[in-house]
Nanobody, 116 residues
Framework: QVQLVESGGGLVQAGGSLRLSCAAS????????MGWYRQAAGKQRELVAV????????TYADSVKGRFTVSRDNAKNTVLLQMNSLKPEDTAVYYC?????????WGQGTQVTVSS
């Protein structure tokens, strides 16, 4: 089992920045990738960014490329999402995700609201 705890959401004006953090605990040695998804009201959950183990390149949704950066701090078992140049359409609940060979795990979600 893997437990994920997110922090860092909040309210920000368009053009501002936020940084989300997700701390993993439990069977973290089996994790193969970590990342972030988001779900806006009335929409399906979508990939924001994912970063695999081993230093391979991260994958980003087209809508956030050049604005968001995902990174791992393996010493602290955390995954970070630096969000710059935020837009109102980035408003959503952001979920941390961790994958192992068998399944994915989810955090409880953190609300990000971008005002225009």
């Amino acid at each position: 089992q893997v437990q994920l705890v997110e922090s860092g959401g909040g309210l920000v004006q368009a053009g501002g920045s936020l940084r989300l953090s997700c701390a993993a605990s439990g069977s973290i040695f089996r994790i193969t990738a970590m990342g972030w998804y988001r779900q806006a009201a009335g929409k399906q959950r979508e990939l924001v960014a994912v970063i695999p183990n081993g230093g391979n390149a991260a994958t980003y949704a087209d809508s956030v490329k050049g604005r968001f950066t995902v990174s791992r701090d393996n010493a602290k078992n955390t995954v970070l999402l630096q969000m710059n140049s935020l837009k109102p359409e980035d408003t959503a609940v952001y979920y941390c995700n961790a994958q192992n060979a068998l399944r994915g795990y989810w955090g409880q979600g953190t609300q990000v609201t971008v005002s225009s």
